[in-house]
């Protein structure tokens, strides 16, 4: 392997994980020690926001750097425009081989596809190579729901995967890496895995790890037995989910240092967005609440100048993702992604300046279910907000107030301020922080008067 040859990139890419539930994060229910580990030795992100955390708008973000309602990917299901430029693209322009392995959950409900024949549904379908956002390696699926029952397709064959799904989709990405080990080709590889999305469930070898009856609640879930047994036994196999996932991770890492790229192959975990598990009386995602938009963001691989642990607690937004994996890489930011590259705070040591005030958080087209009186995942109605570098939240319906948080004082958003008197100028300063993000973006939305 040359010496100058560029840095590998894999992205870990985990669905519905908030930032929360890990070990070094403080939850006392999940034990991650790789998880933990890459933290320690690389670089984290601790205030990482999921700014539109809803499975298909957030991708779509992902891999374009544009916010939703610029990508193609405003809503669930929504087609991703094959014209759309994305980082795979711009990695092959470079040099790169690109890969995909697991969710792709873009494809979407094409209008040319008739839903009705089993070919076309989500889990079994075969997205076409054009359809694949420019990665060239593939063995992937569009959306499942069912990691003990999860196909996947290449150009050659599909077939169902052998055991649970994120063990089947890590031993995919090992095989991969073994046969290209003696490549001299940069890579740039994604392994996307469902998991912990409900079903929450995973081999019996986790699920004995986690009882419900001993999970600890967040304190901001409202003390309503329905609500809580409800959480607590979803959060049971949600964790054990997750120590799946650092096990992986584990197999990962291994991989890369018995085949001599450790020290040359950045990895980035992350998730699309959260999961609120009964707090505030909610389920899933959808929602501004923090435990629906805080998301794990953790930078690990080559050794930087300094040993010691990075911790960058501004906020990094979806659409940041693709230009810092880019700028880590040496390459520019492509006209037409809108993020912004972060890179040099990873690489270097210098602390963050020039870094926004906010990140803005938007839900344009909502898509909410509901089971009885429960809340089945998120709200009904479109939000747009902001979420500051000193810890404010604001959050809107159209043209009405809804949120307000003062997040230092007020960690588990437990006392919204949003219609109180005496905070009537902070939430204007903040309107008009939200307004700015409305028009930098070309947004159409209706914001509240902000003089009332």
């Known amino acids: 392997m040359s010496e100058a040859r560029k840095p590998?990139?894999?992205?870990?890419?985990?669905?519905?994980?908030?930032?929360?539930?890990?070990?070094?994060?403080?939850?006392?229910?999940?034990?991650?020690?790789?998880?933990?580990?890459?933290?320690?030795?690389?670089?984290?992100?601790?205030?990482a926001?999921?700014?539109?955390?809803?499975?298909?708008?957030?991708?779509?973000?992902?891999?374009?750097?544009?916010?939703?309602?610029?990508?193609?990917?405003?809503?669930?299901?929504d087609p991703l425009d094959m014209k759309m430029p994305t980082i795979a693209h711009t990695f092959r322009e470079n040099g790169y081989r690109t890969c995909w392995i697991g969710k792709w959950h873009l494809d979407g409900n094409r209008p040319e596809l008739d839903l009705s024949f089993p070919e076309n549904k989500k889990e079994k379908r075969i997205i076409p190579v054009e359809r694949r956002?420019?990665?060239?390696?593939?063995?992937?699926?569009e959306n499942n729901n069912q990691p003990f029952h999860c196909f996947v397709h290449s150009d050659q064959r599909s077939f169902r995967l052998p055991g649970y799904e994120t063990d089947s989709l890590t031993d995919l990405l090992i095989g991969w890496l073994k046969n290209r080990s003696?490549?001299?080709?940069?890579?740039?590889?994604?392994?996307?895995?469902?998991?912990?999305h409900d079903p929450y469930v995973a081999p019996?070898?986790?699920?004995?790890?986690?009882?419900?009856?001993?999970i600890e609640l967040r304190p901001n879930v409202p003390k309503v037995d329905v609500i809580q047994e409800r959480a607590k036994r979803e959060l049971a196999g949600y964790y054990a989910a997750i120590d799946r996932i650092d096990w992986n991770l584990g197999r990962i890492r291994n991989t890369l240092f018995?085949?001599?790229?450790?020290?040359?192959?950045?990895?980035?975990?992350?998730?699309?967005?959260g999961d609120m598990h009964g707090s505030h009386g909610q389920f899933r995602k959808q929602a501004p609440w923090e435990e629906s938009i805080r998301i794990p963001f953790i930078v690990g691989g080559p050794t930087r100048k300094s040993y010691k642990t990075k911790n960058l607690n501004f906020p990094i937004n979806h659409v940041d993702i693709a230009p810092t994996t880019l700028?880590?890489?040496?390459?520019?930011?492509?006209?037409?992604?809108?993020?912004?590259?972060?890179?040099?705070?990873?690489?270097?040591?210098?602390?963050?300046?020039?870094?926004?005030?906010?990140?803005?958080?938007?839900?344009?087209?909502?898509?909410?279910?509901?089971?009885?009186?429960?809340?089945?995942?998120?709200?009904?109605?479109?939000?747009?907000?902001?979420?500051?570098?000193?810890?404010?939240?604001?959050?809107?319906?159209?043209?009405?107030?809804?949120?307000?948080?003062?997040l230092h004082d007020d960690p588990y958003?437990?006392?919204?301020?949003?219609?109180?008197?005496?905070?009537?100028?902070?939430?204007?300063?903040?309107?008009?922080?939200?307004?700015?993000?409305?028009?930098?973006?070309?947004?159409t939305f209706l914001l509240p008067d902000s003089n009332v």
């Not at 939703?68 to 809503?75: D, E, F, N, T």
């Open 327 to 406: 700028g880590i890489c040496g390459i520019p930011t492509p006209n037409g992604m809108e993020g912004a590259d972060y890179s040099s705070y990873i690489l270097e040591d210098h602390e963050p300046e020039n870094v926004p005030n906010s990140a803005y958080i938007s839900l344009p087209v909502p898509t909410a279910y509901q089971k009885g009186l429960i809340p089945e995942e998120g709200v009904d109605r479109p939000f747009r907000g902001i979420v500051t570098k000193d810890g404010w939240k604001y959050i809107v319906l159209e043209g009405q107030p809804w949120l307000l948080f003062n």
């Open 413 to 443: 958003e437990q006392v919204n301020i949003a219609h109180i008197a005496m905070f009537k100028q902070k939430r204007k300063e903040l309107q008009e922080q939200l307004e700015c993000w409305i028009r930098q973006t070309d947004d």
């Open 258 to 273: 018995e085949l001599g790229l450790d020290q040359n192959t950045y990895i980035i975990f992350f998730s699309d967005h």
């Open 182 to 196: 003696n490549e001299d080709q940069p890579f740039f590889a994604t392994l996307s895995v469902q998991p912990p």
């Open 49 to 77: 926001i999921s700014g539109t955390p809803l499975c298909s708008p957030f991708r779509g973000s992902l891999i374009t750097g544009r916010y939703p309602h610029r990508s193609s990917v405003a809503a669930l299901n």
């Open 8 to 47: 590998n990139v894999l992205w870990v890419l985990v669905d519905q994980m908030r930032a929360q539930a890990m070990g070094h994060r403080g939850d006392p229910n999940v034990i991650t020690p790789n998880i933990d580990r890459l933290a320690v030795e690389g670089v984290t992100f601790s205030n």
């Open 133 to 141: 956002g420019g990665f060239e390696d593939w063995w992937g699926y």
């Open 204 to 214: 019996p070898e986790s699920m004995e790890k986690y009882i419900p009856g001993k």
